[in-house]
């Protein structure tokens, strides 16, 4: 299978054969993104995500074939998430970046933001992140990343905005503690009114597990998932041919 890239409700979607081709895409995107900021305001801001498809992309811009593109001391690294737990616990996002990215290249520890976990109030800890975005580039008095990167769960939930929680109606905070209690656990995510000032957004989904909540994202009425709840102008997905599945299948003719 080659590439598809198409319109689907006036988003961008990218359809790829497989991890490896995600992994290079997004890759290679990033690089282009990062040199481009770092061109127009001297710096590349940008938000990671978790899960297990952002696990393969920082492995392939760590490869020396890649890493070398990127001015890394000048790229500041934020979180669009975080559990509850601490930062050396092996379900913690930092932790995973830290082994798969950032431990192999030259990111100045200055520039890494994590988010903070452990408060007795988890808001507090959310309130310390957002002041830690006052460093970025402003838009409508919001934080503005130059890219965020987001993943997709199977109920439809993107950061830590998961269904019927009261996360997704924050209009306020850059910022949120949210409980999730199908998890039985406290996160701390970035909201829908600063992901929608991105510069650039790419969702990232893999694995034949999302196809059907994929295909429903574009099908069915707004706001059935909460990442359809996101606003932003400038979002692309890049997604592999398993969780793409019923979109080719049922959306004929796209993609050439």
């Not at 992901?195 to 706001?223: N, Q, T, W």
Request: with cysteine.
């Amino acid at each position: 299978m080659q590439t598809r890239d198409f319109l689907l409700h006036d988003q961008r979607i990218l359809v790829v054969p497989d991890m490896t081709a995600l992994s290079q895409v997004v890759t290679q995107r990033i690089v282009t993104l990062a040199a481009a900021a770092i061109a127009r305001h001297g710096a590349f801001h940008i938000a990671l995500s978790g899960g297990s498809t952002p696990r393969h992309i920082h492995q392939t811009l760590s490869a020396a074939e890649n890493r070398q593109h990127v001015q890394w001391d000048k790229v500041h690294i934020y979180f669009g998430d975080e559990r509850n737990v601490p930062h050396d616990h092996p379900d913690s996002n930092y932790r995973m970046a830290m082994e798969t990215l950032l431990m192999h290249v030259p990111v100045p520890p200055s520039q890494i933001h994590p988010i903070p976990t452990g408060c007795d109030d988890m808001q507090a800890c959310a309130d310390r992140y957002a002041d830690e975005l006052s460093y970025l580039p402003q838009r409508d008095g919001r934080p503005c990343f130059d890219l965020i990167l987001l993943g997709m769960g199977e109920d439809g939930h993107t950061a830590s905005l998961f269904p019927h929680t009261d996360i997704l109606a924050e209009q306020k905070r850059n910022v949120a503690a949210v409980f999730v209690p199908r998890l039985n656990t406290w996160r701390v995510s970035l909201t829908y009114p600063v992901i929608d000032r991105a510069d650039a957004v790419m969702i990232l989904v893999s694995g034949a597990a999302k196809a059907k909540v994929l295909f429903e994202v574009f099908h069915e009425p707004a706001h059935a998932y909460p990442i359809q709840g996101l606003r932003n102008k400038h979002v692309e997905w890049c997604v592999d041919i398993a969780a793409a599945e019923r979109i080719i299948e049922n959306d004929v003719g796209i993609g050439g």
